[in-house]
């Protein structure tokens, strides 16, 4: 399969193999993705990009992350998604210019501490692991703004999420959580909130908090009651509901005027 590099002039080319790729072109690469390539490894001559910025390995078959990614400090964009990765290395700290971490689809069982140190990321992608528990000091990132934690095996979400003020999407459906830590609705700025095939028994009072809401998926749950609160979330749009255990909620629902699509089946 074909390699795309990117150079600083923002110009491209297409590679059967980075061994193509001229010598005296190393340190003016600044992109490399290299996604369905049929890689059973990370190649070691990607030590030797420097430069770059953006770098996509996903879609292969790499069981390990090598030391040397670590190396290159200039990593905004790291991709490893859908690989056959375990353990995430300590020293993934080093890369202190990280942005964009996508680490979903792989066979991750837990998350180092030393990942809650990379202060620039905003968006964190490791949905579709074996993740049980999220370390609180991820609350940390305060400058995430998307947080991907779906298809886990998550019995609850850190206490202190509230401190992730820039966060408006997160989406931990389908794991095995039982209710919303009470600083949850200090997320004000949440705009996309994905919680369905859960454990959760309650919507607190508190949902009113989130205002900004456009996207509420809370299906398949254990829920029996939405507060007369829910009725302030005046800029929903999308918001389903099915498969949970409620009576008569049609007199709040009303009250959402902006609401377009809402999926009720089976309650």
Known sequence: ????????????????????????????????????????????????????????????????????????????????????IKIIPQNINQLTNLEVLYLDKNKINELPIEITTLYKLN??????????????????????????????????????????????????????????????????????????YNLINKIPDEISNLTNLRIFYISNNNIDTVPKSFEKLINLKYLSISLNKFSNISPILDKLTNLKEISILKN
């Open 123 to 196: 968006y964190l992608k490791i949905n579709d692991n074996n993740i049980s528990q999220i370390p609180d000091e991820i609350c940390n990132l305060v400058n995430l703004q998307k947080l991907n934690l779906k298809v886990n095996k998550i019995t609850k979400l850190p206490e202190n999420i509230g401190k992730l003020i820039n966060l408006n999407y997160i989406d931990f459906s389908d794991n095995i959580i039982e209710e919303f830590p009470k600083t949850f609705f200090k997320l004000i700025n949440i705009t996309k909130l994905y919680a369905s």
């Open 1 to 84: 399969m074909s390699i795309y590099i990117k150079y600083s002039d923002n110009t491209h080319s297409e590679v059967y193999s980075l061994d193509d790729v001229l010598f005296d072109d190393y340190e003016l690469v600044t992109g490399i993705y290299a996604h369905h390539a049929n890689m059973r490894k990370v190649p070691d001559i990607i030590q030797y990009f420097t430069n770059i910025k953006y770098l996509d390995l996903s879609a292969n078959k790499i069981d390990k992350i090598p030391e040397f990614i670590f190396n290159l400090k200039n990593l905004i964009t790291l991709n490893l998604s859908n690989n056959k």
